[in-house]
């Protein structure tokens, strides 16, 4: 067992080279404070360990996923915006498209020539038929929830207890260890009637997930392949096609949401590991950073749609609102953005050298683990891993609680980043992207092995 004293003691000694070396950020993190909400542009923007943010310095820099604070201490960065950037920063075809785009119309509220091209190229990479563009995969999912209700003429949404899906009302709950629903991660609660409207079961639990699918009251499940906001939890053998097959029999869609674990390949896990939903749900990255996010549906899944919402001929001006969508919701910006991932930066290439680089990482982790005898492991989902604090591989969020420790988790952050390396600041993850490299990663694994080496002192 590592002493907490030991902990406590390497944070105070961290926390203070922290304020020794980020004084700029700190000066600019309190003049935000009399304008923004809580200090920052986002709220999120508070999670980073330390006490304040760091600031990033604005100059001329090179393609990569290294940057500088307003400080001058650099970084190598796996947080990669939870995924926003996975991109990597700056990468020059994302650069052109941008301003190219920009100087013909960022919103136009009509299609461009690179609509054609990134709507042929959605179908054939992910293998679903038909497509649209939201602002952010919390909008798609909230398309999708919507269109699910209005085809099954049922209430309910089941996702799993600790995943994520943005800001969807259904999806802010869990189950504590007694199996009690309630507020998940702290949210505090919005007056939304979640026992009407919400099913929540332990994720690889396929008893639970019967029982409340049998009840026929369930619109779709929404889930992440691979849940992956909570610690990594992978599917067990055989989950996905007992999930594939219960939400069949009982007349449920299923909602794929591969927000994270596009990380899987250039088809993401469903691709991979040929998962068949009715519908799929894809942000952050599909647009190297801009706000965007597609959904996709199945043929079937379209026919149903458009029996309450119908298809037009092209003579008539469509004019149902569809209770989604948004005035930004596929501008040209994004669109030629889109165009450019897709063809130019995730291609099957880099996702053969970010897995790769993902498994370097991860041996590097798992090295230090082993060496220093720590009760923890390396988890790997495509291109992105984890260290959890438990010995074996959790099978749901019950596991991951068990070995949660706040106070480590705070240290691993802070040591990393005063020592110029950033992980996601939610938990321990990490990605790797197209413009990562092996020194990148090498020095992640120096820093965690010296982290490692001190807890064992």
């Not at 929830?145 to 943005?166: C, D, E, K, N, Q």
């Not at 994270?260 to 088809?267: D, E, L, M, N, Q």
């Not at 799929?280 to 029996?307: D, H, N």
């Not at 209770?323 to 897709?342: D, I, Q």
């Amino acid at each position: 067992m590592l002493k907490h004293q030991r902990v406590a003691d390497l944070m105070a000694k961290e926390q203070a080279l922290y304020a020794r070396t980020h004084g700029r950020s700190r000066a600019l993190f309190e003049q935000g404070a009399s304008h923004w909400l809580y200090g920052a542009p986002s709220h999120w923007m508070r999670r980073w360990i330390g006490g304040w943010p760091l600031y990033v310095a604005d100059a001329p820099r090179t393609y990569g996923v290294r940057f500088a604070d307003v400080d001058g201490n650099e970084f190598v960065d796996f947080c990669l915006g939870d995924t926003g950037g996975m991109c990597g920063h700056g990468h020059p075809a994302v650069v052109e498209a941008l301003a190219r785009q920009a100087r013909v119309g960022s919103s136009l509220m009509l299609p461009t020539d690179d609509a054609a091209w990134v709507g042929t190229e959605l179908q054939r990479r992910f293998g679903l038929p038909y497509w649209s563009l939201t602002t952010s995969a919390s909008d798609a999912n909230r398309a999708c929830i919507r269109l699910a209700r209005m085809i099954t003429g049922r209430p309910r949404v089941l996702v799993f207890s600790g995943a994520y899906h943005g800001s969807i009302e259904e999806a802010h709950i869990e189950l504590d260890d007694e199996g009690q629903v309630r507020m998940r991660n702290g949210i505090h609660p919005n007056a939304f009637p979640h026992d009407r409207l919400s099913r929540v079961v332990e994720f690889n639990d396929l008893p639970a997930l019967e029982v409340a699918l049998r009840a026929g009251d369930v619109a779709c499940v929404l889930a992440e392949p691979a849940m992956t906001n909570y610690g990594i939890i992978k599917p067990q053998p055989g989950f996905h096609d007992e999930l594939r097959r219960l939400t069949r029999e009982t007349g449920t869609l299923l909602i794929i949401d591969e927000t994270h674990t596009i990380s899987s390949g250039p088809g993401g896990y469903t691709q991979a590991h040929g998962l068949k939903p009715d519908m799929f749900v894809l942000g952050k990255a599909v647009a190297g950073g801009i706000p965007a996010a597609v959904f996709g549906v199945t043929q079937a899944t379209a026919g149903r749609i458009w029996e309450v919402l119908p298809k037009l001929p092209p003579t008539a001006r469509q004019s149902a609102h569809a209770g989604f969508g948004g005035t930004l919701a596929g501008n040209a910006l994004t669109v030629a953005v889109m165009r450019a991932v897709l063809s130019e930066v995730l291609t099957d290439d880099a996702f053969e050298r970010m897995d790769a680089l993902a498994q370097r990482l991860e041996r590097g982790v798992a090295d230090s683990i082993n060496r220093h005898g720590l009760p923890w492991q390396a988890v790997r989902v495509g291109a992105r891993v984890e260290t959890l604090f438990c010995v074996d591989e959790p099978r749901d969020a019950r596991d991951v609680r068990k070995g949660r420790d706040h106070a480590l988790e705070a240290a691993l952050h802070l040591y990393l980043m005063n020592r110029g390396v950033l992980i996601t600041p939610f938990h321990n993850m990490m990605l790797c992207c197209p413009g990562t490299t092996s020194a990148d990663v090498d020095r992640h694994n120096e820093v965690f092995e010296a982290f490692a080496a001190e807890l064992r002192q």
